[in-house]
């Protein structure tokens, strides 16, 4: 019952990983608050989640919305950051200004919430940021998605000393069936997975639950920092 009654910032919660994961830490008796953009993704979360779980709209990009987000939430024992876009293509496809948009909200985006964050973290803190396994293995077309996850984890081990006692970790997923790839054609999201789901030691691709333990241990465990707690079904092996 480690985390029962604890103040949980969840900026990303309102769809896929963050999703899960904001009804994992309820889950876990703690009080959580769901952050995005989107007024209706957070109304549809709100309706989903059961538990004690405020909501606030917050786009992680700016400054200053951020800095006045942790202000209305005052003191709080734990940020997850699930929010982030990436792009996708190779290097010479990929226009520059949506290779430096990826890195605004992935790596920028983290970086900012984190910044604007520390000032209201009580003690015996935890900060948990995501990254991706495409980080350490790449599959062509991904190589500004492995510098953005290589920056968020260097990021992490260098706040892990810097700004201790409070601990940094971050969560590297697979591939996760999320809305994140809601963009695609049914049949062929369903066929990618397929796919991708033949090559993987486990069989399957993962679901937002089963990543989503991965922060609330982040969160409970004591002797977790610097960490990066890879979950991708074996995908780093093949
Ligand atoms: N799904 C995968 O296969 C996979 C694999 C490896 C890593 N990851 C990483 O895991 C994280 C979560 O992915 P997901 O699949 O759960 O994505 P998702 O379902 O699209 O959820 C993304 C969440 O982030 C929020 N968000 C996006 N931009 C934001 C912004 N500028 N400010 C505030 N909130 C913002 C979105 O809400 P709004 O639109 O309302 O802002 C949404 O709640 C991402 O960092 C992704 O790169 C995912």
Not at 24 to 52: C, H, N, T
Request: no cysteine; aromatic share 6%.
């Amino acid at each position: 019952m480690a985390l029962q009654g604890k103040r949980v910032v969840l900026v990303g919660g309102t769809s896929g990983i963050g999703l899960a994961t904001a009804q994992a830490f309820l889950d876990a008796s703690a009080q959580v608050v769901i952050a995005s953009r989107s007024g209706e993704k957070l109304a549809e979360a709100q309706r989903i989640l059961s538990g004690e779980v405020t909501a606030a709209t917050l786009d992680f990009r700016h400054e200053e919305p951020l800095a006045a987000f942790f202000q209305r939430v005052g003191p709080f024992d734990h940020l997850v950051v699930t929010a982030g876009d990436g792009v996708m293509g190779s290097i010479s496809d990929v226009p520059v200004e949506q290779a430096k948009a990826a890195f605004d909200s992935k790596f920028w985006g983290q970086y900012l919430t984190v910044r604007a964050a520390v000032p209201h973290l009580r003690g015996g803190s935890s900060i948990t940021l995501t990254t991706g396994v495409y980080g350490i293995r790449p599959p062509r077309g991904a190589s500004t998605l492995a510098a953005i996850n290589s920056a968020v984890e260097g990021l992490v081990r260098g706040l892990a000393v810097e700004l201790a006692p409070i601990r940094v970790n971050a969560v590297s997923p697979g591939i996760v069936d999320t809305p994140i790839y809601g963009g695609m054609p049914a049949e062929q999201r369903e066929g990618m997975f397929r796919n991708l789901a033949d090559q993987l030691p486990v069989g399957h691709v993962a679901t937002p639950h089963e990543i989503a333990q991965a922060y609330v241990y982040l969160a409970e465990n004591a002797f977790t920092t610097g960490s990066v707690v890879l979950i991708d079904g074996g995908a780093h092996l093949v």
